[in-house]
């Protein structure tokens, strides 16, 4: 069993055990998060209609925040003598995915 979240602008295909960085969530480390569905496979039995599959718990467990490996942003104009260097870390959320299932009652 598998599913595709959606957070903080981009989507991850998940199952059970998995760990994985995620856009950093306001969240302290030892709690729990439920993160959206928009697609849940079963075996054989799909379910893509984001409706739907909104309703089924993917929940997560916050091990940690950290910051991401440092990304270099280099502006350059030719002939301009105009040079800028940059460097961007990104805050990150690291979690472990608890379970997904468990249709809520909503």
């Not at 059970?16 to 075996?43: F, H, R, S, W, Y």
């Not at 301009?80 to 959320?93: A, E, M, V």
Request: hydrophobic share 35%.
């Amino acid at each position: 069993m598998y599913a595709i979240v959606k957070t903080g602008g981009k989507q991850y295909k998940v199952a059970p055990g998995d760990k994985l960085n995620i856009e950093k969530l306001d969240v302290e480390p030892g709690q729990q998060v439920e993160l959206t569905a928009i697609c849940v496979v079963d075996g054989d039995k799909v379910e893509a209609d984001p409706a739907k599959a909104g309703k089924t718990k993917v929940t997560a467990t916050v091990l940690e925040q950290f910051k991401g490996e440092k990304q270099l942003v280099f502006k350059f104009k030719k002939r301009k003598n105009y040079k800028k260097l940059r460097g961007h870390r990104q805050q990150l959320t690291r979690v472990k995915i608890d379970s997904i299932g468990a249709v809520s009652a909503e």
